[in-house]
């Protein structure tokens, strides 16, 4: 988050010639560097197609490639669990993106293209935080150390660059740095400019106390004041200020100067007008953003939970730095086991649904997340609670949801449900038994084909049963094959008996049927993940022809009601796979259609990846797992575990518009090629990705066949024959 400066007071911006930094280990805030990315490589579309930004990993691939020119390494740290008011600013935030998409998407049915792409570009609908991923596998692949701090990342740079024993040669990032207790200096994120002037800019924090004329701790309520990333601005303070728009720190101060530079007395005075009107809490969300900077938490350099000045909290502390977790559970956040949403909800008592892309709230949406995934949400947080101190079980987490104005809250009652744990506890099994399945020449442990296909081997799923404690998982299978299998157990794949399920019998079968794409093409289209998926989404009654919302632009066009809900079926399931493309922005046909059915998996896909993580950190925190290990090891199975990879719409709409193209066999069809010369232009190959999309249905198709209408409705079971009929017809 920017907040402004005048002019008079950057006097002091620093110049760092890069010839002066060489082999300097430099702290960059990963979310204001993403941001930077962002801004100035848009890819306005993002926002019309969910997923990763296509042309992001090579983006970053060419920054990193001049640090290392410069001889110069660059330590990312992320943000971790959301400060204290940080999850309202970005839910504000995401609204106010919402409108601007909502007029994008108007700009884009009337015809107008050009100004639709401009207003999606200019949503800023996408966080940061939702592109971690991509900059934490470049960073992997490159041998590159990150670290993934409790909350702030900025208060984690800032205990970074204060330790005697130097870890970092300096700090770069948002101005939001300048509230802890930095070592002077803040460069700012570099641009292509700085690049070719071979110069990185920043500022004197002791040159700004000293401009100004203001001490310290006034320094950071006059930031606070301007607005953070969880703090909105002063109520009304352009106006109070007159100074139209802009609200600068030296605006701030003089407000503070003004009311005997107290911000309560400052609060009090305009309390009955500006405060009261526009936001009457923001005074107590100022004090608790001020306590959550005095008293931030980081992880030192041994790796442990740190509070600063814990002698000094408060009897409220948990109101804002949270409850207390464990360093140990940090220590895998740290290292990139798991990701904050498993503990953020613990440590907050709190899970906020954000805004979707779309805005859609259908009913099969709301039904999903309202009643159909709050079951897997309270697993997780049962997983992971139960090894931590016996209140956390005890406690209720609240649900809030974007779509509700009147504010009815779910709550997940962790105390009431039966505990996961007991039902997972006897998968543990080892390398011997894992590397004596035969007939997965095409798979291996780790996957999640090979977790459901050895099943189907009877000899094997009886030796995966444990009747003793399960101790001493070591290895990268185990520990990924193990944790897929307890969480297949957790969503009913398997039974007691570790046996395959209905369900999982079924999905053995599209995995078979899977096999030979998947090997053809290394999994790029993320076949296994979509498959899984599927399933999941069938189970909750979303993949089907069924809510066809044909008010949204991008639905199927031609052709009769039946051709028109075979199209939208088969366009749905090619939804869930990675469309290959050129590393540029995405040219071609939108549908907020598609983009409304993407929320639905993006919720599914989420929910899934929390519970298997909460697996994976529940087999080390109970020791079932080895802890001792290279913090690399943690990393690899983090990427490793599934579910981990977002991915757009771009092939479902590649396939609607195709398949729309052809609806008549009678007509002259459109090939292929021409259609990816006429739509897709930056598509690698097209033909190969519609030929893999048609076999992904097959393949559920296969798997489906086998379910009994008690699994899958008649009326569900007829569409996917009738959509099965009308692929054939145009493939």
């Known amino acids: 988050m920017c907040f402004p400066l005048r002019a008079s007071a950057l006097i002091y911006t620093r110049l760092s010639p890069f010839k002066e930094m060489e082999n300097a280990v430099i702290g960059v ?4 560097y993403l941001l ?6 848009p890819e306005p579309l993002l926002a019309a197609l969910g997923g990763f930004p296509l042309a992001l990993e090579k983006t970053i691939e060419n920054e990193l490639n001049h640090w290392k020119t410069h001889k110069m390494r660059p330590l990312f740290v992320f943000d971790g669990q959301p400060t204290v008011g940080q999850v309202e600013m970005e839910f504000r935030a995401a609204k106010t993106a919402l409108e601007t998409t909502k007029t994008a998407w108007d700009l884009y049915g009337d015809n107008k293209p050009t100004e639709a792409v401009k207003a999606f570009g200019s949503a800023g609908a996408v966080r940061p935080r939702d592109l971690y991923p991509i900059l934490q596998d470049v960073l992997y692949e490159r041998g590159l150390e990150f670290i993934v701090a409790p909350f702030s990342a900025c208060a984690q740079l800032a205990y970074l660059n204060t330790l005697e024993i130097r870890y970092i040669d300096g700090v770069m990032g948002s101005r939001e740095l300048l509230l802890f207790n930095i070592d002077d200096a803040l460069m700012f994120t570099p641009t292509s400019s700085d690049w070719d002037q071979q110069c990185f800019r920043g500022i004197s924090k002791l040159s700004l106390i000293k401009k100004l004329n203001i001490t310290p701790n006034l320094l950071v309520d006059a930031i606070l004041m301007t607005g953070t990333s969880f703090l909105p601005q002063f109520p009304q303070g352009p106006q109070i200020t007159g100074t139209s728009t802009s609200f600068t720190i030296s605006d701030a101060f003089n407000i503070l100067r003004a009311h005997g530079k107290s911000i309560i007395q400052a609060c009090n005075f305009y309390s009955n007008d500006e405060i009261r ?28 939970y740190h509070v600063k000045d814990y002698d000094t909290l408060t009897a409220d502390h948990p109101s804002y730095i949270g409850l207390q977790t464990t360093s ?16 953020s909800c613990l440590t907050w008592l709190d899970i906020q649904v954000y805004p979707t892309l779309d805005g859609v709230d259908s009913e099969e949406y709301k039904q999903l997340i309202t009643t159909s995934l709050l079951p897997l949400q309270a697993i997780t947080s049962a997983l992971i609670a139960k090894e931590l101190h016996f209140v956390f079980i005890k406690k209720e987490i609240n649900v809030r949801f974007w779509f509700d104005e009147k504010k009815r809250n779910e709550k997940l009652l962790l105390e009431e449900l039966q505990q996961p744990r007991e039902k997972t506890r ?21 996957r999640l084909s090979f977790a459901v296909l050895a099943l189907q081997d009877s000899n094997f799923f009886k030796k995966t049963k444990s009747s003793m404690r399960v101790v001493g998982l070591k290895s990268t299978s185990e520990v990924l094959s193990n944790a897929i299998w307890r969480f297949m157990h957790l969503r009913g794949y398997t039974n007691d008996d570790h046996e395959l399920s209905t369900w999982g019998k079924a999905l053995a079968t599209t995995f078979k049927a899977i096999s030979p794409i998947v090997q053809k093409f290394g999994d790029v289209h993320h076949l296994e993940e979509a498959a899984f998926l599927a399933f999941e989404l069938l189970r909750f009654g979303n993949l089907n022809s069924r809510n066809p919302h044909t008010k949204l632009i991008g639905g199927p066009l031609r052709g009769t009601d039946e051709q028109k809900a075979s199209c939208m079926l088969v366009s749905r399931t090619a ?5 290959r493309h050129e590393s540029l922005g995405y040219t071609g046909p939108l549908s907020k259609n598609f983009l409304s059915f993407y929320s639905i998996i993006k919720a599914v896909r989420e929910a899934d990846r929390d519970m298997v993580e909460a697996v994976a950190a529940q087999m080390f925190l109970s020791n079932e797992a080895i802890r001792e290990r290279d913090p690399g090891d943690y990393r690899k199975l983090g990427q490793s575990l599934p579910f981990g990879t977002d991915v757009d719409i771009g092939l479902g709409i590649a396939v609607k518009t195709y398949l729309d193209d052809n609806t008549s066999p009678e007509a002259p069809k459109i090939t292929k090629e021409d259609y990816a010369g006429k739509y897709l232009p930056h598509g690698i190959n097209i033909s190969e990705d519609l030929d893999v999309a048609f076999d992904f249905f097959d393949a559920l198709y296969e798997g489906i066949k086998t379910l009994s209408t008690s699994e899958v409705p008649q009326a569900d079971r007829k569409a996917w024959d009738e959509a099965k009929k009308y692929l054939i017809a145009r493939r």
Not at 36 to 41: F, K, M
Not at 296 to 301: L, P, R, S, Y
Not at 440 to 446: A, E, F, I
Not at 575 to 579: F, I, S
């Open 575 to 579: 939804c869930l796979l990675k469309l």
């Open 328 to 343: 140990e559970l940090y220590h895998y956040l740290q290292n990139g086991l798991i990701g904050a949403r498993i503990i």
């Open 277 to 304: 009107k526009y936001d009457p809490e923001w005074l107590d969300n100022f004090q608790k953003a001020r306590m959550a900077i005095d008293h931030c938490i980081t992880i030192n350099e041994k790796g442990q």
């Open 29 to 32: 805030e990963a979310s204001d």
């Open 36 to 41: 930077r990315l962002t801004d100035e490589y």
């Open 426 to 446: 006897t998968w543990g099994v080892k390398d011997v038994e894992l590397n004596s399945v035969t007939g997965l020449s095409t798979t291996k442990p780790g």
